[in-house]
């Protein structure tokens, strides 16, 4: 048990690292981008990371069900330090683009593997108290990236936010390669490479055609169209690919499980209501309020704070009482009724009452995320968690990449939109990106852009409510499953379940059976 959790810890370290890695560059950019002379290119920096790391999450999880967690450990990790290396001696806007995209390929496995490595370790009864844990460092990070990333770049070097990630990761790494072992049995396989190529590359449209939405092209241009299209005819074509392959990379069996498709779905919302609280609370901060970055980040540590507590407490009462359920139920209600809170902000309300809005939030992530994970990994085949465990992370993924769409295209339009409506013919003279950045404007239309703003970004909380409102109707749907107490497997439980039949040489392993 002293192994289990001191390679407990290296995961928990592990998912930080990537965690951080996805908020720690937003504050540094602007510095970067006066460093190395290429602000045409400053989205690429955050755009090749997350394509990279999401389009190999799959991978990560399908391979690791066949060679074991460890040794795709040992790789995610050692690609995430080389990538962290290179991206802090990045010479040109150019090699940091393509370092980054290299960080991302190894960042893709660390969450996952953390998730599936858990259920490796412990039963499903006791998985809701470290799966709490884990969890936990997705609110720490959601806050601590962008403090930790402005401290860095103002006293240091922005190149320390990708330096500070070698020794943390070479720590992890040590300790996953002395520590870690869980069990694995090797089996026959064929790996779906057809099906990972035509998944990452569609996967790779979907995620640019958000992208660039709106921002680096217009909606109805030709690039946006055009990846858009290639994604969705990439989706029909990698159904009939996994319909006909021998070990697909994603089961598509797997989502006639309800426990797993509710909980996809349920990751859908939750990353894309976790994006809009982490992006657009500090727009509304700087931008209307007039707060400071450091101050900003100091009021999402509320969201936080919520997150952390609950997930913990969470994690204990999902071990103690066998059930999950409930859990995302009372979360959601809680996310939703913080984000209706946010609707009702104005310029005069305290920054303490922000962040107690927040924490309301907070809570009901910290009590809805893990119990879809340990629901998942309950209702899965052993031989199959790990690429389930990586889907719940892809279409969280995909949630957050769809809010960047769907969100900041609503904020921009609706900008404009008040800004005509207060200002008149003075509104083309407001720089909307400066802005949408906290920046300054004019004395004379400083009140009036601010209240523009405000009310832009009033607009943007009521989507956010009714977005969080389905995971309401998700977790109310979702099937409930009794918890096991022990490891499939293990001769306790094979005590308390009748032998199972003799199978085939070539039949799944008998710890294959549902978690």
Same mark, same amino acid.
């Given at each position: 048990m002293r192994g289990n959790l001191v390679t407990f810890s290296a995961i928990m370290l592990a998912t930080l690292l990537a965690a951080l890695d996805q908020t720690i560059v937003a504050t540094a950019l602007p510095e970067i981008v006066t460093d190395l002379e290429g602000f045409s290119h400053l989205s690429w920096v955050v755009t090749a990371y997350l394509v990279a790391s999401t389009v190999t999450i799959p991978l990560?999880?399908?391979?690791?069900?066949?060679?074991?967690?460890?040794?795709?450990?040992?790789?995610?990790?050692?690609?995430? %330090?080389?990538? *962290?290396?290179?991206c802090g001696l990045a010479a040109s806007m150019g090699e940091l683009i393509a370092f980054r995209a290299l960080q991302g390929v190894g960042a893709g496995g660390l969450i996952p593997l953390a998730q599936a490595t858990v259920a490796d370790l412990f039963s499903p009864r006791e998985r809701g108290k470290y799966q709490g844990y884990i969890t936990?460092?997705?609110?720490? &990070?959601a806050v601590a990236g962008p403090l930790v990333g402005g401290t860095l770049t103002d006293v240091v070097s922005w190149r320390w936010i990708f330096l500070v990630n070698l020794p943390l990761g070479l720590i992890a790494l040590a300790v996953v390669i002395k520590t870690m072992r869980v069990p694995q049995q090797r089996r026959e396989h064929t790996i779906d490479y057809l099906g990972a190529?035509?998944?990452? %590359?569609?996967?790779?449209?979907?995620?640019?055609a958000c992208v660039w939405g709106g921002t680096t092209y217009p909606w109805g241009s030709v690039p946006v169209i055009g990846t858009a299209a290639a994604g969705l005819a990439g989706v029909a074509l990698f159904i009939l690919v996994e319909r006909? /392959?021998?070990?697909?990379?994603? +089961?598509?069996?797997? $989502?006639?499980?309800?426990? $797993?498709?509710? *909980?996809?779905?349920?990751?859908?919302? %939750?990353? &894309? #209501?976790?994006?809009?609280?982490?992006?657009?609370?500090? #727009?509304?901060?700087?931008?209307?309020?007039?707060?400071?970055?450091?101050?900003?980040?100091?009021?999402?540590?509320? $969201?936080? @704070?919520?997150?952390?507590?609950?997930?913990?407490?969470?994690?204990?009462?999902? /071990?103690?009482?066998?059930?999950?359920?409930?859990?995302?139920?009372?979360?959601?209600?809680?996310?939703?009724?913080?984000?209706?809170?946010?609707?009702?902000?104005?310029?005069?309300?305290?920054?303490?009452?922000?962040?107690?809005?927040?924490m309301v939030s907070g809570m009901g992530m910290g009590l809805s995320v893990q119990a879809y994970i340990v629901g998942t990994q309950n209702a899965v085949p052993m031989a199959q968690l790990g690429t389930a465990t990586a889907a719940l992370q892809l279409f969280r993924s995909i949630g957050s990449a769809l809010a960047v769409a769907g969100l900041g295209t609503l904020l921009?339009?609706?900008?404009?939109? !008040?800004?005509?409506?207060? @200002?008149?013919?003075?509104? +083309?003279?407001?720089?909307?990106?400066?802005l949408l950045q906290g920046g300054d404007v004019a004395a004379?239309?400083?009140?009036?852009?601010?209240?523009?703003?405000?009310?832009?970004?009033? *607009?943007?909380? @009521?989507?956010? &409510?009714? %977005?969080?409102?389905?995971?309401?109707?998700?977790?109310?749907?979702? !099937?409930?499953?009794?918890?096991?107490?022990?490891?499939?497997?293990?001769?306790?439980?094979?005590?308390? !379940?009748?032998? /199972?039949?003799?199978e085939p040489p070539r039949a799944q392993p008998t710890s294959g059976r549902a978690a």
């Open positions: 990560y999880g399908k391979l690791s069900d066949i060679y074991g967690r460890r040794a795709l450990f040992v790789v995610s990790i050692s690609i995430f %330090i080389v990538g *962290s290396l290179l936990s460092m997705w609110g720490l &990070a190529a035509v998944l990452g %590359i569609c996967v790779t449209c979907l995620l640019l006909r /392959a021998v070990e697909p990379i994603l +089961p598509l069996a797997l $989502f006639r499980d309800r426990v $797993f498709s509710v *909980s996809v779905s349920a990751n859908l919302v %939750i990353g &894309a #209501v976790v994006f809009a609280v982490s992006i657009y609370m500090p #727009v509304y901060l700087q931008g209307v309020l007039g707060d400071s970055a450091t101050g900003s980040g100091l009021v999402l540590m509320g $969201f936080s @704070l919520g997150w952390v507590v609950f997930a913990t407490i969470n994690g204990r009462l999902i /071990a103690h009482t066998g059930r999950y359920k409930l859990f995302p139920i009372i979360g959601s209600c809680l996310a939703t009724a913080g984000i209706v809170l946010l609707t009702r902000l104005e310029p005069s309300t305290p920054n303490g009452v922000v962040a107690l809005m927040l921009a339009n609706r900008v404009g939109s !008040e800004l005509h409506d207060r @200002l008149g013919g003075a509104a +083309p003279r407001v720089d909307v990106d400066r004379d239309l400083s009140a009036r852009t601010h209240e523009a703003l405000a009310a832009a970004l009033h *607009s943007v909380w @009521l989507v956010t &409510a009714a %977005i969080a409102a389905v995971a309401i109707v998700l977790a109310l749907i979702q !099937e409930e499953r009794p918890l096991r107490s022990h490891q499939p497997g293990s001769d306790r439980e094979d005590a308390e !379940e009748p032998a /199972a039949p003799p």
